[in-house]
């Protein structure tokens, strides 16, 4: 279910693209999934309609969802690949933290363990369940 957390300092409809490309990653939005509409998120989250709709354009725009007229928006049968080309990036960052690390002495052993401790939980998630559900049709 997206969460909402109205004293973050991240614009609301960030918020809703980033849960939305976990969602993706984590494989609880699939291929061809559809997106609930502007107007269920905006009663469900008690959102504004243009917030939602601005986290909606930014989905497409980033080729994550697809609009089909009438029909309402669906997941891309490119998303998972796009987030997963953008993710890969992180590496990089991934190696100067851990360079950071290193200089203040941390033991390889603990951001080994923390690694596995991410991947293991990611193990988990395998039987979540949809974030939401889509009532009414809409």
């Known amino acids: 279910m997206y969460q909402i957390d109205v004293m973050s300092r991240v614009p609301v409809y960030e918020q809703i693209v980033e849960q939305t490309e976990k969602f993706i ?9 559809k997106i609930p509409s502007v107007r269920n ?4 989250l008690s959102v504004n309609p243009n917030t939602i709709q601005k ?9 994550l969802v697809t609009s089909v007229p009438g029909k309402g928006c ?3 049968d490119k998303a998972r690949k796009a987030l997963t080309v953008v993710k890969r990036n ?7 933290k851990t360079e950071e690390l290193v200089m203040a002495g941390i033991d390889k052993r603990e951001v080994i363990a923390v690694v596995e401790e991410v991947y293991e939980k990611k193990e988990g998630l395998k039987g979540e369940t949809a974030p939401f559900k889509d009532e009414g049709g809409q």
């Open 25 to 33: 990653l984590a494989g609880i939005l699939k291929e061809g999934d």
């Open 41 to 44: 998120l905006s009663v469900t």
């Open 55 to 63: 986290a909606i354009s930014e989905l497409d725009r980033r080729g």
């Open 74 to 76: 669906f997941v891309s």
């Open 90 to 96: 992180n590496l990089e960052i991934i190696r100067e």
